[in-house]
């Protein structure tokens, strides 16, 4: 706006020629990985729909409910295998790549289990409850001179990956603050699931995608406390809380996420980033958006993305953790990686509980274990 108190003062919506560039996603050479997948609930199909739509080699499916795995199978990959024993994955010498799309409560013995059998493995998020946990499993992998990543795969969801390029290209300047919001029918989706009755759902299970985009933006910056709380609302679907709001205080730097996991005729997010020479915003539904857009001091520009977050993000994610094994290097969402989200997370979670700040460096469990 114009400042009312200088007459001189004037204003500028001129288009620069700021030219901001996002990197695409980088691609396996080979599309003959042979993966198996282990999980076919509503992630492991978009998984596999996903991995359909990439090209790649699912040769085995694998779930404790014979009828969900052929179903899988028959709907994304009729030429794969089927099984109900995670053993049978582990003994197949031609399975290189392990996709463990199973509940925590299971997840990290599979992982364990599939790393001391040979197996490269890609684990479902939240990672895991106990950061040491994180840093073992990580540790098992090193020894075995096998690749384990955790798909976090909301690092490739194309806003978010936009947002990314913006801010560590230094396009706005020191982040001064960052605001985060979701408002969608999440209830109605785990009414009738398992997940629908966990009293983290939305700060654990959902929010740690943005935990973790938040912890991968300011590296360098240590959050002094995180506050949180959550909420019913009349008419949600599900007995546990389905909103929550969050504000981590890095000193210098405030962030806010805002997570309405039981709105109703709505399906919207935002985010709204400020820095110290401009500022990036979006306005679009909860997973996504068309644009963002970039204001700085020598103008203005739009940076058209991708609308959706599935399959672009699990692609990504698995396309990343492929291009590793092959090149012999460390994924970007190497297990260590994923623990400084999940300290903000576990903050977030034992905050609501106990409704005061907590500070992430003491936290390194999940609150209630």
Known sequence: MTNPYDSAAASSNEQSNMNILVPPVRMPASDQHCIALVGCGA???????????????????????????????????????????FQEVLKRDDITVVDLALHLDIRPEFVRQALLAGKHVLSQKPFVEKLSEGVELAQVAESQGVTLAVNQNGRWAPHFRALRTVIEGGHIGEVASADFSAYWAHDELVANHVLGKDPNLVLYDFAIHWFDLIAGLFPEHDAKSVYAITGKREGQLVEVPTMASVIIDYGSLQVTVNMRASARQEDSGYFHVNGSRGKVEIAGHSLGGDSLQVVTESGSTVIEVERDWFPHALIGSMADFLCAIENGEQPTAHPRSSLAGL????????SAATGKPVDPAGVSTRYGL
């Open 343 to 350: 300290s903000l997370c576990f903050a977030a979670m034992e």
């Open 43 to 85: 992630i492991g199909r978009i998984q596999l729909y996903s991995y359909r739509q990439a090209g790649w080699n699912v040769a085995l499916i694998c779930d404790k409910d014979e009828a969900a795995a052929c179903n899988a199978r028959d709907e994304h990959f009729p030429n794969a295998d089927i099984t109900t024993d």
